[in-house]
T-cell receptor
Framework: DAKTTQPNSMESNEEEPVHLPCNHS???????IHWYRQLPSQGPEYVIH???SNVNNRMASLAIAEDRKSSTLILHRATLRDAAVYYC????????????FGSGTQLTVLP | GAGVSQSPSNKVTEKGKDVELRCDPI?????LYWYRQRLGQGLEFLIY????????KSGLPSDRFSAERTGESVSTLTIQRTQQEDSAVYLC???????????????FGQGTRLTVV
């Protein structure tokens, strides 16, 4: 599977936007970009995914670079409940493969 | 049920004993995954089931670990002769699977916290 690179940690102030970056320079044409997050003491939960176009849902937005070698998860107004580890994952649409989680970004939200 | 259910939620066992962990996936989900997460670490893939295909066992760390799943139903992860290094949270996830939204989300259970003393 193509690899993703994320910063180990980031901080944000409450009620401010947060931009979580992910680099995936070896992404293939059939790889979807998925984001999951893991709140303390819980299993991971799905946040958003996309292929080429930017995506929005009730939780977040996903901005995908034109060359698809990087993407950014955007939380429009961070809350204390958004403090979690955020994982950026590539998933090949052409095969049924397991999800491979990297080390993710630990997001701290400051009140 | 509404989500992925795992049992027990917590398990304390003595070193050398066998343990069985159970996962009830979302009804109709053909894909099922097991992961291990040690304290403060990321998710480590263990095994993946997709319908009636042969499972992907490439993540099992040793022959003490095994898992079974019959069709699209319950899965059990068995750890034989447990060691202290096996202490971790074991997470299960399910997904609609091949040909049916394989790029939709995977749903995770709350995990089983295993402590080997």
């Amino acid at each position: 599977d193509a690899k993703t690179t994320q910063p180990n940690s980031m901080e944000s102030n409450e009620e401010e936007p947060v931009h979580l970056p992910c680099n995936h320079s070896t992404i293939s044409g059939t790889d979807y970009i998925h984001w999951y997050r893991q709140l303390p003491s819980q299993g991971p939960e799905y946040v958003i995914h996309g292929l080429t176009s930017n995506v929005n849902n009730r939780m977040a937005s996903l901005a995908i670079a034109e060359d698809r070698k990087s993407s950014t998860l955007i939380l429009h107004r961070a809350t204390l409940r958004d403090a979690a580890v955020y994982y950026c994952i590539l998933r090949d649409s052409g095969s049924a493969r397991q999800l491979t989680f990297g080390s993710g970004t630990q997001l701290t939200v400051l009140p | 049920g509404a989500g992925v259910s795992q049992s027990p939620s917590n398990k304390v066992t003595e070193k050398g004993k066998d343990v069985e962990l159970r996962c009830d996936p979302i009804s109709g989900h053909t894909a099922l995954y097991w992961y291990r997460q040690r304290l403060g670490q990321g998710l480590e893939f263990l095994i993946y089931f997709q319908g009636n295909s042969a499972p992907d066992k490439s993540g099992l760390p040793s022959d003490r670990f095994s898992a079974e799943r019959t069709g699209e139903s319950v899965s059990t992860l068995t750890i034989q002769r447990t060691q202290q290094e096996d202490s971790a949270v074991y997470l299960c996830a399910s997904n609609p699977g091949v040909g049916r939204g394989r790029n939709t989300e995977a749903f995770f259970g709350q995990g089983t916290r295993l402590t080997v003393v």
